[in-house]
């Protein structure tokens, strides 16, 4: 126990201490005198016990923080977990479904190899693939060529697995000497469930605006509905009451794919309207049940069906389609700024009133790697173009200026293109795929 320190009232003062000159203070009874020795030990003992009370309240404190800073590691865990790997990452093929009656479009799902939670990625975005694909060529064994591909995701964000569906490319129907799609038909040939591909991170500036105030339209085009369920499937989890639309443009039942996921979802949710246009229907194919327009999705049909007002509009599919429809959509009234599209292919697409890009005709164009010095004369539709024609080698991917593969080194002159690329390019280079010369041009290749 501590000390008792008797205190004593004076006339002047009640409950202070009195200390006598003597060196005496009253101490444990009225008539028991303390050494000013005692009453120095007395006082470091008080002093010695704040400063125990003190260095225990501070243990304390930071012993009962520990709780609460586990949450601030576990967000900055997770921030990190967010961020977009650099480079490669290995996935597993986990599953493979078609998605359609003809077997020509195929769902892949996969899970990362390492099995750290995915981080999100905005709907409607794509992924790039690593593929070590066998090329066969008449009279010569097999080799394996290394291709880069972009496909879109087609299911809304999950921290698990990722999907995409890849639609087979056979040879065209007018050229059959023409090879079919090399990436394509090795997906659908090739890749087994259990294999493990090379990935990198969700990319691209194709994706919904998050604004639920903003009525959606998406407008797909035959495998151009992969990024819209995406889009779709988002809306419906994050914002059910968004008002969405979908007009999905294709052939026939036979090529409609999810077909029955759609048609569920557009029972059950209100909000969402689903117009699908069949441009050949088959003889079992009724209108009202499978599909609801006959001919083409295009701006006289929107105007037919659309309620006045603002919308956002999404637009994804063949270069035939986008060719039409977005100028279309322009010329009708539809703000740039609420326009929103992307292509299968190599599309060139050219909005009313802007301007022409690409070089006068005789501008040279130097590669200096190849030693080569040529001429634009403008009939091809990209530098990458023009470049395969006259026998240089270049590397190249997607074509779309999506996974930056034929990104190249821009030593002198400026490169244009019709749009903004996907791909973000590094200072001081162009992407050859979509870029045509504004000026002369020395380029690395």
């Not at 890749?191 to 919904?208: C, E, M, N, S, T």
Request: aromatic share 8%; hydrophobic share 40%; with cysteine.
């Amino acid at each position: 126990m501590l000390p008792f320190v008797k205190r004593v009232a004076t006339s002047g003062q009640q409950n202070s201490l009195r200390v006598w000159p003597s060196r005496a203070v009253q101490f444990a009874g009225p008539d028991a005198p303390m050494t000013a020795v005692e009453l120095l030990g007395l006082i470091n003992a008080a002093l010695l016990l704040q400063l125990t009370l003190g260095i225990g309240w501070t243990f304390w404190r930071r012993r009962s923080g520990a709780g609460a800073a586990a949450p601030v590691a576990a967000r900055a865990t997770a921030a990190r977990s967010d961020a977009a790997w650099p480079g490669w990452r290995e996935f597993r093929v986990v599953q493979r479904v078609y998605e359609d009656a003809a077997q020509s479009q195929c769902s892949f799902r996969l899970q990362p190899v390492d099995g750290d939670p995915l981080p999100p990625f905005r709907p409607g975005q794509f992924l790039t693939f690593a593929l070590d694909v066998a090329v066969r060529t008449p009279g010569s064994a097999a080799t394996t060529r290394s291709i880069t591909r972009c496909y879109s995701l087609s299911d809304r964000p999950d921290r698990t697995h990722y999907r995409v569906t890849v639609k087979r490319v056979p040879a065209p129907a007018d050229h059959p000497e023409f090879a079919p799609g090399l990436s394509s038909n090795h997906f659908h040939d090739h890749v087994q469930v259990g294999d493990v591909l090379r990935v990198k991170a969700p990319a691209g500036h194709f994706f919904i605006d998050p604004d639920p105030n903003v009525p959606v339209v998406l407008v797909a085009g035959g495998i151009g509905i992969t990024p819209m369920m995406s889009m779709l499937r988002w809306c419906i989890a994050e914002q059910p009451q968004r008002k969405v639309r979908l007009y999905y443009g294709l052939r026939n039942s036979r090529e409609h794919a999810f077909k029955q996921q759609l048609e569920e979802m557009a029972a059950s949710h209100p909000a969402m309207q689903l117009d699908v246009v069949y441009s050949r229907p088959v003889e079992s194919d009724a209108l009202g049940r499978d599909y609801q327009h006959r001919g083409h999705v295009d701006v006289d049909l929107l105007r037919r069906t659309l309620p006045h007002g603002r919308h956002q509009f999404y637009v994804c599919g063949p270069p035939a389609m986008m060719q039409t429809l977005v100028p279309a959509l322009v010329e009708w009234g539809v703000p740039v700024a609420d326009l929103h599209y992307e292509a299968f292919g190599p599309a060139s697409i050219k909005l009313p009133g802007a301007a022409e890009v690409g070089a006068p005709v005789g501008v040279e164009v130097r590669f200096r790697r190849s030693g080569r010095t040529i001429a634009w004369d403008g009939s091809d539709a990209s530098l990458l173009d023009f470049a395969e024609r006259h026998g240089i080698d270049v590397e190249s991917g997607c074509r779309s200026g999506g996974c930056g593969s034929c990104e190249t080194r821009l030593l002198e002159g400026t490169v244009g293109y019709e749009h903004a690329p996907d791909h973000d390019v590094a200072p001081g280079h162009c992407l050859l795929c979509v870029g045509r010369p504004s000026s002369p041009l020395v380029l690395e290749a």
